[in-house]
């Protein structure tokens, strides 16, 4: 049974950092992608980062302020781990954040099969 189990999610002053952490287990995940997606409240879940297991693809949301110059999407195929470092973080950036696996490297919800719980990141003002 595949388990995603995020980590590193809590309450940050702006312009602070956090690096969210994504363990997965219960299968061989080569040739997968590992997702990191965001959601408020009342909202769709969107679309954050992507990375492709061998790490050689990598990919960011468009932002109207520039997210993807302050995050940065890695892994580490030895842990079984995928990383959300985000610096510069603002209020806007709060949010519960998840990450997925599937089989298609992609920006789209439906191309990942299995989710975390999520974990809260707050950033106050």
């Known amino acids: 049974q595949v388990q995603l189990v995020e980590s590193g999610g809590g309450l940050v002053q702006a312009g602070g950092s956090l690096r969210l952490s994504c363990a997965a287990s219960?299968?061989?995940?080569?040739?997968?992608?590992m997702g990191w997606f965001r959601q408020a409240p009342g909202k769709e879940r969107e679309f954050v980062a992507a990375?492709?297991?061998?790490?050689?693809?990598?990919?960011?949301?468009d932002s109207a302020d520039s997210v993807k110059d302050r995050i940065t999407i890695s892994g580490d195929n030895a842990k079984n781990t995928v990383y959300l470092q985000m610096n510069g973080l603002k209020p806007e950036d709060t949010d519960v954040y998840y990450c997925?696996?599937?089989?298609?490297?992609?920006?789209?919800?439906?191309?990942?099969?299995?989710w975390g719980q999520g974990t809260q990141v707050t950033v106050s003002s």
């Open positions: 219960g299968r061989t995940f080569s040739n997968y992608a």
């Open positions: 990375i492709s297991w061998s790490g050689d693809r990598l990919i960011y949301a």
């Open positions: 997925a696996v599937g089989e298609r490297f992609s920006i789209l919800r439906r191309a990942y099969d299995y």
